[in-house]
């Protein structure tokens, strides 16, 4: 007796060109099913140009064995027969393996601006196909090392390679960057490259899912690229994964890869499987621009802003209060936020955020109705205020209990950024709620002083991304002070910044303390000085570059709720939408992105798009989640196969992902974890969103 199963999974792959060019915002491009010899081949054509192809061999690959680490014994065939039922455009065809044969169709259809396409397994063998493989392929002519995979390669990682940590990959004929899909934020595959009319892009988007009789526990289908010597060819295969000269790998530690052998599947006699992909191309107007498209064509397709079960504004700033009051420490005039729970100290930026609540309370307090809220905002920052200085800034740490200003470890200059940026919000406040701020402006004006300083000087020149984070608070104080040289320094650092990185050459990176890598805090840094140029002086190249920015912090942003196995995660009915991976390095996800939010909304406000602002809400709502009644959450949920601490890591030192995926560490408590949502709400409230309804 033949057991008949069906099982349908979903890829997705669109088709776009720009202003009256096929285009996500113009035409339907073309599907030709073009007849060569005994086979039907697949092209996708813009204005009579072919810019997508199946492969010259076949349409379809299957791969019957697997051998050192790797699917072998490959078999290729095409379509034999075409059909058309209404919009519909089917091609069928079978695929002979030694073991018995496969039935396939393609059934291709045009819906709005894009070309769907879903793909049928039929297994009718006798018995189970062992050790099987099965692919999507589709090439375009681009060369080179132009890939974006979001939150995990940016044309090609060149910062992060520097510590051979990360995903690497420069277009040589034979490399191969091949993930499992749900370590996608957005899940797809881009690359441009230069062609005879400018520049060129493609990409493939898939709906990510588990695959279907996996050899490995909790297995996926993966998704990449493999450099060929005439172009790069997009693929997706049921489990492989490859990266950095090395098949059978994952990206599943922080300082690398650990073995993912065996990701075969064994197909049951009369399977059906099931998927479906659209395909994407497009003209690209300017380097660096090309993920552009397909970044904006995931949020059509995925449409993740959905807040259906997500806690409220209220909920969250509630319980969020409720614990920031836990980490409140005060000693006569010495008064701030703690970072830990257990260890004496404040920090400004970054992991500890001391200086945040003495803008956010000022804005807040009159909803939590404590008179201690606006209270504490003012005795954090009238104390922060005596922060000593060095030749390096300002110390980001004060030792309460040693009663010194101290810095540990290399000195933190975003962390400086942002304390200044927090300072600069309550002193605008402030001002306005009739609060004495003398303390606050004269400690402002020594680090705008200091900063600017050393950003007009002719030798300046930084490192990474970090320092993008000095040009929001130094546009804010050439406000509040009417100080020239405190915006000639922003716009020095802005027009550096672009410089590097709007071509990509450079892709924004170094923001976060414990990576030195491509990273969405980078982006992040970049978006929000940006957007404070443009407000500050209405020229719209600050607008351009902000908005280039931000598609690069979006990358990192989660846009579909992945489905995850038995763990912690589950248990919480947790859904991934709106939070955000950390970096090509710490690939796990974060509420990072609540920092940000703000800044994408404004955005939105400037651009008239308002994606962005039901983006901007979903971030914030969605990272509400997993918080205990104390107010606390942890740091790193595991969506994907990596692990960073404690006894997660141990399974990683045994080279054994089971069990990681789906939980997540929840007692590193850094006070960032609460201070930035209640900065954010502040800054909501002042773009008019209705936080408390």
């Known amino acids: 007796m033949k057991y008949h199963f069906r099982v349908r999974l979903t890829i997705i792959v669109v088709l ?83 073991a018995g044969t496969w039935r396939l169709s393609d059934s291709y ?21 062992k050790r099987t493989t099965l ?69 493939l988007h898939g709906l990510p899912s588990p695959v279907p009789y996996g050899n490995l526990q909790d297995q996926w289908w993966s998704m990449g690229v493999t450099a060929k010597e005439s172009g790069t060819e997009f693929v ?49 107007a300017e380097k660096g621009s090309g993920f552009q498209h397909p970044t904006r064509t995931s949020l059509e397709v995925f449409s993740p802003y959905s807040l259906d079960g ?44 001391t200086a945040a609540p003495g803008y956010a309370l000022q804005v807040l307090a009159d909803k939590f109705g404590d008179p201690k809220a606006l209270e504490m905002a003012r005795k954090s920052l009238d104390f922060l205020s005596s922060a ?51 303390r606050w402006e004269r400690f402002l004006r020594k680090a705008c002083d200091f900063h600017a300083k050393k950003i007009l000087s002719d030798d300046w020149n930084p490192v990474s991304t970090n320092q993008a984070f000095f040009i929001a608070p130094l546009c804010k104080a050439s406000e509040l002070f009417g100080a020239e040289r405190y915006r000639r320094a922003a716009e020095k650092a802005g027009n550096v910044y672009a410089s590097r990185h709007v071509s990509m050459r450079e892709p924004y990176w170094g923001g976060t303390l414990d990576a030195s890598c491509e990273d969405k805090e980078g982006a992040m840094a970049a978006l929000q ?39 912690r995660l589950r248990d919480h009915g947790f859904k991934t939408r709106g939070w955000t991976a950390v970096s090509v390095q710490n690939q796990h996800i974060d509420v990072y992105g609540v920092l940000i939010a703000p ?50 890591r141990k399974l990683l030192d045994a080279n054994n992902v089971s069990g990681i995926r789906g939980n997540y560490v929840e007692e590193w408590t850094v006070f960032w974890i609460t201070a930035h949502f209640l900065n954010a709400a502040a800054q909501f409230e002042e773009l008019g969103v209705q936080i408390w309804d």
């Open 16 to 98: 776009t060109f720009a202003s009256s060019k096929c285009s996500v915002y113009g035409r339907t491009p073309d599907l030709r099913a073009k007849q060569v010899g005994q086979y039907y081949r697949v092209e996708i054509l813009c204005d009579g140009e072919v810019l997508l192809t199946g492969p010259a061999e076949g349409l379809w690959s299957i791969a019957t064995d697997w051998k050192d680490g790797w699917p072998t014994a490959w078999v290729h065939a095409g379509p034999t027969q075409i059909e058309r039922v209404g919009n519909w455009t089917i091609l069928r065809g079978e695929l002979k393996t030694p």
């Open 109 to 129: 259809i045009p819906e709005g601006r894009v070309v769907k396409c879903i793909r049928r397994f039929v297994w009718s063998g006798p018995d189970t196909a």
């Open 135 to 203: 692919s999507v392929r589709f090439q375009c002519p681009g060369k080179g090392s132009a890939v974006l995979l979001p939150g995990i390669l940016y044309y090609g990682n060149p910062s992060g390679a520097k510590s051979k940590r990360v995903p690497v990959y420069s277009g040589k004929p034979g490399e191969e960057a091949i993930f499992e899909e749900h370590r996608y934020p957005m899940p797809y595959a881009s690359i441009e490259w230069p062609d005879k009319k400018g520049l060129a892009g493609a990409a």
């Open 236 to 284: 997706l295969m049921s489990g492989p994964c490859a990266s950095n000269g090395r098949r059978s790998v994952i990206k599943a530690a922080q300082r690398g890869f650990v073995p993912y052998d065996g990701a075969y599947i064994d197909v049951p006699a009369g399977a059906i499987i099931e998927k479906t992909f659209y395909l994407e191309a497009y003209e690209v």
């Open 310 to 353: 997500m806690p409220t504004f209220r909920q969250i700033l509630e319980a969020k209060y409720r614990f920031a009051k836990t980490r409140w420490h005060q000693d006569g005039d010495i008064a701030g936020f703690k970072k830990y729970p257990d260890r004496d100290y404040f920090v400004f930026g970054w992991c500890g955020q």
């Open 388 to 438: 000593q200085f060095y030749d390096q800034g300002f110390y980001t740490w004060y030792d309460y209990k040693q009663k010194e200003w101290v810095q540990r470890g290399r000195p933190e200059v975003l962390s400086q950024g942002q304390a200044m940026l927090n300072f600069a919000n309550a002193i605008r406040v402030g001002r306005k709620n009739g609060l004495d701020v003398t």
């Open 529 to 567: 000085g940006f957007v404070a140029l443009y407000e500050l002086t209405g020229d719209k190249k600050y607008l351009k570059w902000a908005e280039h920015a931000c598609d690069v912090a979006l990358t990192y942003v989660v846009v579909w709720d992945i489905d995850l196995p038995a763990g």
């Open 599 to 648: 800044d994408i909304y404004r955005l939105g406000q400037f651009l008239d798009r308002d994606e962005l602002k039901k983006l901007a809400i979903l971030m914030y709502r969605s990272c509400g989640q997993l918080i205990d009644p104390y107010g606390s959450q942890g740091e790193q949920p595991h969506h994907t196969n990596y692990a960073q601490h404690g006894k997660f």
